[in-house]
């Protein structure tokens, strides 16, 4: 199995306050990753490092076998939804053609055949009808879309999402899953979440950060004994008590 | 406002105000779209008054306060714009302070220069009647070199305005961008100060702008609607102010900020009326499907 995203004894700190302290992780191509931590856990943190927008205090990272600056072409990101500016005034279009920005010419309008590239990526997370319209007028669940289809547009091997469904409701919720478990066929997924909700149902791997972090197989947290304690609540819906 | 027109067509003073307006409208509608949408009014705030340093400095020493003006406004462009992509904490107590020292600084150097005195007050308040020949000429070329660049990196522009973070990973160079946009700014900034004056720069920046993004439905749809309030603006205000002689730069934002609050209202009532016809639409749909059942 080709490793995606190898982290060896990586930490991470603001003067001297650990935010990452000696985490090990290893994403294999295929994984549907879940990183469950609480608020201030360092699981933001974590994966800016993987998008290369932070560096290591100390240790190695890898991703697809590079340093995280030169592997950018092959991931792509999601942010969280309350990032994005309603008032904005952009079309979907406009949104999901900024994934080909990478892949496009440095100055000028987009290529005809990036435009394409983003309509596949639109009709993927079904709103190829709304792509004239204004990104603000969307639903919060159709505006989260969006962003999956941006990140799609750039055609990645591994998408990272952070926090995705922190303001959508639940039926959303579940439709996104099942959008991300069809694009999981193809691309690697690293999903952040600060419960596990939904989560257990579609991902292989659960990883808790608190600081450190501890991976566990799905199977191990749907069986109800967990080794290592990383937390001092029990987690949304699934009974999952980890303490660190 | 009769007079206006009926004197246009003999006054070539005022062919040529009309004209300066009409060309700010354009940069002011381009620019003035990025700075509503990236919300750093303040930060243009910061450059447009740090101006008046570098007009008093060029003033001091005999230059051209218009070439000053623009050395000026480039420099806090670059300053303010390092600032805010370093220090995360402080930068609005940086902006501030920079755009507080570039006045007294301007103001300084004025009270300084030996000879006659200029009036100060065309400076922060401007005086579109004075606008010379040459001056057109300049802000038509900074209008083309506004133009081109957004033509050449308008995707990026949008990019680093929409979500910097994203663009950074689509490896945009948005330092590089942010501090180019700052440097548009600065430039725009220059020009308007002819039409309104430091002080009054700001509005004329982002009310055509903010009017624009309540109906434009993208970037390009919102700069084409500024511009043509921005003209709307600058001509109807130079009108007004013609005959009764009132100050011209202070009638084109008392009007273009009326149209603003009136938009407000308008867009506000919009969605009332709107959002009650659906409920209407609603229920009258729901009543012929009980029908049909």
């Keep these: 199995m080709n490793e995606v995203v190898e982290i060896e004894n990586v930490s991470f700190r603001y003067e001297d306050h650990f935010v990452l302290e000696n985490v090990f992780l290893t994403v294999n191509e295929g994984d549907f990753l879940g990183v469950i931590g609480p608020n201030g856990s360092g699981k933001t943190t974590m994966l800016k490092i993987i998008l290369g927008l932070?560096?290591?205090?100390?240790?190695?990272?890898?991703?697809?076998?590079?340093?995280?600056?030169?592997?950018?072409?092959?991931?792509?990101?999601?942010?969280?939804?309350?990032?994005?500016?309603?008032?904005?005034?952009?079309?979907?279009?406009?949104?999901?053609?900024?994934?080909?920005?990478?892949?496009?010419?440095?100055?000028?309008?987009?290529?005809?055949?990036?435009?394409?590239?983003?309509?596949?990526?639109?009709?993927?997370?079904?709103?190829?009808?709304?792509?004239?319209?204004?990104?603000?007028?969307?639903?919060?669940?159709?505006?989260?879309?969006?962003?999956?289809?941006?990140?799609?547009?750039?055609?990645?091997?591994?998408?990272?999402?952070?926090?995705?469904?922190?303001?959508?409701?639940?039926?959303?919720?579940?439709?996104?899953?099942?959008?991300?478990?069809?694009?999981?066929?193809?691309?690697?997924?690293?999903?952040?979440?600060?419960?596990?909700?939904?989560?257990?149902?579609?991902?292989?791997?659960?990883?808790?950060?608190?600081?450190?972090?501890?991976?566990?197989?799905?199977?191990?947290?749907?069986?109800?004994?967990?080794?290592?304690?990383?937390?001092?609540?029990p987690m949304h819906r699934i009974e999952h008590v980890c303490r660190i | 406002m009769v007079e206006f027109f009926q004197v246009l067509s003999s006054q070539s003073f005022l062919q040529t105000a009309l004209t300066a307006g009409l060309l700010a409208s354009l940069a002011c509608g381009v620019i003035g779209t990025y700075v509503v949408a990236k919300r750093i009014s303040f930060i243009s705030g910061g450059i447009a008054h740090a101006v008046l340093g570098g007009m008093g400095l060029a003033y001091f020493w005999n230059l051209n306060?218009?070439?000053?003006?623009?050395?000026?406004?480039?420099?806090?462009?670059?300053?303010?714009?390092?600032?805010?992509?370093?220090?995360?904490?402080?930068?609005?107590?940086?902006?501030?302070?920079?755009?507080?020292?570039?006045?007294?600084?301007?103001?300084?150097?004025?009270?300084?220069?030996?000879?006659?005195?200029?009036?100060?007050?065309?400076?922060?308040?401007?005086?579109?009647?004075?606008?010379?020949?040459?001056?057109?000429?300049?802000?038509?070329?900074?209008?083309?070199?506004?133009?081109?660049?957004?033509?050449?990196?308008?995707?990026?522009?949008?990019?680093?305005?929409?979500?910097?973070?994203?663009?950074?990973?689509?490896?945009?160079?948005?330092?590089?961008?942010?501090?180019?946009?700052?440097?548009?700014?600065?430039?725009?900034?220059?020009?308007?100060?002819?039409?309104?004056?430091?002080?009054l720069v700001i509005a004329l920046l982002t009310l055509p702008a903010a009017i624009a993004q309540q109906y434009a439905r993208n970037l390009a749809q919102m700069m084409i609607l500024a511009t043509v309030l921005g003209a709307v603006f600058v001509i109807s205000g130079l009108a007004v102010s013609y005959g009764p002689d009132l100050p011209a730069g202070a009638t084109i934002i008392i009007i273009s900020g009326t149209f603003y609050i009136l938009s407000m209202i308008f867009k506000a009532l919009h969605v009332r009326v709107s959002s009650r016809l659906n409920h209407v639409n609603l229920k009258s749909n729901h009543n012929n499907n009980a029908a049909d059942l």
């Excluded at chain 1, 069809?182 to 997924?189: G, Q």
């Excluded at chain 2, 420099?75 to 992509?85: D, E, M, N, R, Y």
């Excluded at chain 2, 004075?130 to 300049?138: A, G, I, P, S």
């Design chain 1, 54 to 233: 932070l560096h290591p205090s100390s240790g190695q990272i890898r991703v697809f076998g590079r340093s995280p600056r030169h592997a950018r072409h092959l991931l792509s990101y999601v942010p969280q939804n309350a990032q994005i500016d309603r008032l904005f005034p952009v079309s979907v279009q406009d949104v999901v053609l900024m994934g080909r920005l990478g892949a496009s010419k440095a100055v000028g309008r987009y290529r005809s055949s990036d435009v394409k590239v983003a309509h596949k990526a639109l009709a993927e997370v079904d709103l190829d009808d709304l792509s004239d319209h204004r990104l603000g007028t969307l639903s919060g669940g159709q505006r989260q879309r969006v962003l999956i289809a941006r990140a799609l547009a750039s055609q990645p091997r591994l998408l990272l999402l952070d926090e995705p469904t922190s303001s959508v409701d639940s039926r959303v919720e579940l439709g996104f899953y099942e959008l991300l478990k069809k694009l999981n066929e193809t691309v690697t997924i690293l999903l952040v979440s600060h419960d596990l909700g939904f989560v257990s149902t579609y991902v292989n791997r659960v990883a808790c950060v608190n600081r450190r972090l501890v991976v566990h197989r799905i199977t191990e947290i749907t069986g109800g004994e967990i080794k290592g304690d990383l937390y001092d609540e």
């Design chain 2, 65 to 199: 306060p218009l070439h000053g003006a623009l050395a000026a406004a480039l420099c806090a462009a670059l300053i303010i714009g390092v600032i805010s992509l370093r220090a995360e904490q402080h930068e609005d107590t940086i902006i501030g302070a920079l755009w507080a020292i570039g006045m007294a600084a301007g103001i300084l150097f004025i009270s300084r220069t030996p000879g006659y005195k200029v009036d100060l007050m065309s400076y922060l308040f401007g005086n579109i009647i004075m606008v010379t020949r040459e001056d057109v000429y300049l802000i038509a070329g900074l209008d083309v070199v506004i133009l081109v660049l957004v033509l050449l990196f308008y995707k990026q522009f949008l990019a680093v305005c929409f979500d910097e973070e994203f663009a950074r990973l689509q490896g945009v160079p948005v330092d590089f961008i942010y501090i180019l946009l700052l440097g548009l700014i600065a430039v725009t900034v220059v020009i308007l100060i002819q039409v309104v004056g430091i002080i």
